[in-house]
């Protein structure tokens, strides 16, 4: 599973142009070098926690997320679905901040080992339900639900979610100020 201190291989994934609509290609070098972002992952598009709990609480708190203090440049959601569909889904929920990123492939899933088997729910692979800050490409935290495994009875949204996300990176200023008094 993703850990602290791992750094994210490169791997390419599909991401939706929101001014032209285009899906392009791009790797995970272009979206994670010289940055500090977040991204969550989550098992699937058009489910019911993901698109009425994780992907809108994100994107309602993107502007707090990002505000200037927080040194984060941006904030993606990656799930195992085709381009399209999170398109399709991005749009259905009127998600306007967040950034989708389509792994169809599970490349990058499964390069940070975050692939599980979800037959017993009839989903086949996908990722598991976790957040986390990459910073320059290195991961700096991970909140990751607990239960990982292959066919889990349960789908555990508990501290992935946006506001543990929030108090995690106001918690971080906090100490960095304290440190410099």
Known sequence: MIY??????SVSLVQRDGITG??????????FKDKRVILFALPGAF??????KQLPAYDKKYRSLTAKKNNIDEV????VNDGFVMNAWFESLGIKNVKPLADGSLEFTASIGAKVQKDNVGFGSRSWRYSCVINDGVVEKVFSEEGFGNN???DPFEVSDAQTMLDYISEAI???LKEQV
């Open 174 to 176: 906090s100490l960095r």
């Open 47 to 52: 489910t019911p926690t993901c698109s009425t």
């Open 76 to 79: 993606y959601c990656l799930s």
């Open 22 to 31: 285009t899906f392009t290609e791009v790797t995970t070098d272009e979206l």
């Open 152 to 154: 889990a009875g349960t």
């Open 4 to 9: 602290e201190g791992q750094t994210i291989p």
